[in-house]
């Protein structure tokens, strides 16, 4: 009786199970809504799913506690690791390199020949950050005289040497077994090969959340050595102004990281972190934007309340009879009747680039009217409008949806003759491959919802969460939390998940690496002052 008791208290009734219960449902909860058509996922089915939750967190939790995962610590000698560090680069950069090879000069949708066409025409437009088409545009056609090929050539390189650094460190601190456990992780994504093929500020921003990662596991496992150093302070309050700068919504990255480099920095050098990275960006926004005449772009509103459109959207399609004339006038405005009953299925996405669509209609009203009548859809059906806002999102939190797709580098029509031919051989080859991963390992390479997943049953599992000095790590995964799932309330359809979302690939292994430390991280194979 006493050892139920415990098992009770332990493993059910405690406030790591409750949240590991908690997103579970919100995963299963989520999935049966979308999957029942005509049937209501009624109160008691929901009841019913959450005591299966409570059952599946607990057990789980129990196991994982009861296996013991160490992380083995592996010096090996200067000579022998110099091998790996040129491996670390070279392996993922000989990869992409040869998929640009066959599809030179890689990639660009719309929106790359737009941001080429500015550094072209010297006429900057914020509507893609400026600070991106600068670094991932400018720079490389202003070292190579105007080369089109050295744009994504200069994309690859950057994303190997920084895959490469954060590899050293892993290998450094750890061994190398789990540093090329996780190179594979990278190389071996199907998406990083044909993502990386374009100039998107999806890589960009990939690129430096890695680096930042990079050098929150150093900080960590150097126990805040490196980050005393004012030169390396400096160096990182550059780079997490870069990275708020890539990304219209790169804060809700940065700013939990910020918050987290409370807790491995001294009161002095945290102010010198938070002061330099808003010096940065003050200096980036005001003097440079000025002298380069960036222009603010325009419908912003509808950028923002993508969710909300989405919500009411799917009550609009399914259930206008419920509705007043005041938002069937809005909604019929903005697009016609039609569009809404055929063409919407997961978003907004649906009809917002219909040619019928009036994107001014949202303008004229601006958001106050949008959330006005969204409170009002949710009144006149909750279900719909809770299947609306699902539909839209699952792609973040999904573990049995199949919402990904495979895509291939194209290039749109343009005025500057940039052409590729495709590698008919290795477009096959890729096909093959991705249905491959897509049949057997979709978990480990596409599913943004299993990272997720794994993240937190690794935090309820090995912390608890009701003692307050475990939150110092934890905090080390809220970036990927606060980006995601605050990113996922801006979103207009689930077709954005895979770009908008693809660094949490890259990110996550990192972060497992710093969740699953010992509490007493032993660097006894390291001699000598920390390196720089």
């Known amino acids: 009786m006493n050892n139920i008791k415990k098992y009770l208290f332990d493993f059910v009734l405690n406030v790591n199970t409750i949240a590991l219960s908690l997103y579970l449902f919100f995963i299963y909860y989520s999935h049966c809504v979308l999957s029942s058509v005509d049937k209501v996922v009624s109160l008691g089915d929901a009841f019913f799913i959450f005591a299966i939750s409570i059952v599946i967190s607990s057990v789980l939790i129990f196991i994982i506690k009861k296996i013991k995962i160490e992380i083995v610590f592996d010096g090996k000698n200067k000579f022998h690791k110099r091998y790996y560090r040129v491996a670390y680069f070279l392996f993922p950069f000989l990869v992409l390199l040869i998929k640009y090879l066959c599809y030179y000069p890689g990639g660009f949708s719309s929106d790359s020949i737009g941001q080429y066409s500015q550094v072209i025409d010297n006429s900057y437009n914020d509507w893609h950050p400026v600070i991106q088409t600068l670094i991932a545009f400018k720079i490389p056609l202003l070292i190579t005289n105007g080369w089109v090929g050295s744009i994504v050539l200069f994309q690859i390189i950057s994303i190997s040497l920084v895959i490469g650094y954060a590899l050293i460190q892993i290998d450094k601190y750890i061994n190398s077994k789990v540093a090329v456990f996780v190179m594979f992780l990278f190389i071996l994504n199907p998406y990083t090969v044909n993502i990386c093929m374009y100039p998107w500020k999806d890589v960009t921003f990939a690129i430096f959340a890695l680096l930042l990662t990079a050098f929150l596991f150093k900080i960590v496992f150097s126990k805040g050595e490196w980050s005393s150093d004012i030169k390396n302070l400096i160096l990182l309050s550059i780079l997490v102004a870069i990275t708020t700068l890539i990304r219209h919504n790169a804060m809700l990255f940065t700013a939990p990281y910020l ?250 292994p990192i972060v497992l690496l710093i969740l699953l430390k010992p509490n007493s991280v032993e660097t006894k194979f390291m001699s000598g002052k920390e390196e720089k």
């Open 259 to 508: 918050i987290t480099m409370f807790f491995y920095c001294n009161k002095k050098n945290y102010l010198i972190l938070v002061g330099t990275s808003i010096l940065c960006i003050f200096l980036v926004k005001v003097p440079l934007y000025s002298a380069l005449k960036v222009k603010k772009p325009a419908r912003r509103v509808v950028e923002t309340i993508g969710l909300p459109l989405s919500i009411i959207g799917n009550v609009v399609s399914k259930s206008p009879d419920k509705l007043n004339r005041d938002i069937l006038d809005f909604a019929y405005q903005l697009s016609p009747k039609t569009n809404w009953e055929l063409k919407f299925r997961d978003g907004f996405n649906d009809v917002k680039w219909d040619k019928q669509t009036n994107l001014n209609v949202i303008d004229i009203h601006g958001p106050d009217k949008v959330i006005k009548i969204l409170l009002e859809c949710i009144k006149v059906d909750p279900y719909e409008a809770l299947k609306g806002f699902f539909r839209t999102t699952y792609s973040v939190y999904s573990i049995f949806d199949n919402w990904y797709y495979d895509f291939k580098p194209y290039v749109t029509n343009n005025i500057y003759k940039i052409s590729m031919e495709r590698s008919d051989f290795l477009d096959g080859l890729h096909q093959e491959y991705f249905k491959f991963i897509s049949t057997y390992l979709p978990h480990i390479f596409l599913y943004i919802g299993s990272m997720h997943l794994i993240l937190i049953v690794v935090i309820t599992a090995k912390y608890k969460l009701n003692v307050a000095s475990n939150w110092k790590t934890i905090l080390t995964a809220s970036p990927i939390f606060v980006y995601n799932f605050g990113t996922m309330f801006l979103l207009s359809g689930h077709d954005d998940g895979f770009r908008f979302f693809y660094y949490t690939f890259l990110v996550t």
